[in-house]
């Protein structure tokens, strides 16, 4: 075992641990904020992992879960939202948090990486996990001043 896959392993276990007793606990809003908080977990794992084991495959699949993660939590927000109404989840600590974990992470493997394809994947992967994130938090504590429906 390396640091590489120790640091995988304490952030599924801390992140995605947290956030899949959340998900199984507590009200919708909680679940909702939790389920989004899981990508923002399990995709800077999948980062460490591709770097501990050599697997560049393993960026495609942290690509396609920066991709799809906030995607299915727009959805669920969207098809839940009158579920949602009475009370808007606010998570802004643990978005930021989890926003900083993962360009932590993507930093130093950009870092380690070296200029290449690899680095621009990498890039590409942190704006999406980061962005993506941000903005499905966003909507499900209230949605954006001044666009209509949310």
């Known amino acids: 075992m390396n640091g590489w896959i120790l640091a995988a392993t304490v952030l599924l276990a ?11 606990n507590g009200p919708l809003g909680r ?6 908080l ?9 980062l460490l992992l591709s770097q501990g084991y050599g697997r560049p495959s393993y960026l495609d699949l942290a690509l ?6 906030p995607v299915g939590t727009l959805v669920f927000a969207r098809l839940l939202a009158d579920d ?8 802004r600590g643990l978005t ?4 900083g974990v993962g360009a932590v992470v993507v930093l130093v493997l950009c870092a380690v990486t070296g200029p290449g394809r690899a680095t621009v994947k990498l890039l ?3 704006a999406l996990l980061i962005g993506g994130n941000v903005v499905a938090a966003r909507a499900l504590s209230g949605g954006f001043r001044g666009v209509r429906g949310g």
């Open 31 to 36: 679940r909702m904020v939790a389920q989004n």
């Open 14 to 24: 801390g992140g995605a641990g947290t956030a899949l007793w959340a998900v199984a």
């Open 124 to 126: 590409v992967i942190g």
């Open 84 to 91: 949602l109404a009475g009370e808007r989840p606010g998570a």
């Open 38 to 46: 899981a990508t923002s977990a399990v995709c800077p794992s999948l």
């Open 64 to 69: 396609l879960l920066a991709l799809l993660g």
């Open 96 to 99: 930021w948090t989890a926003a």
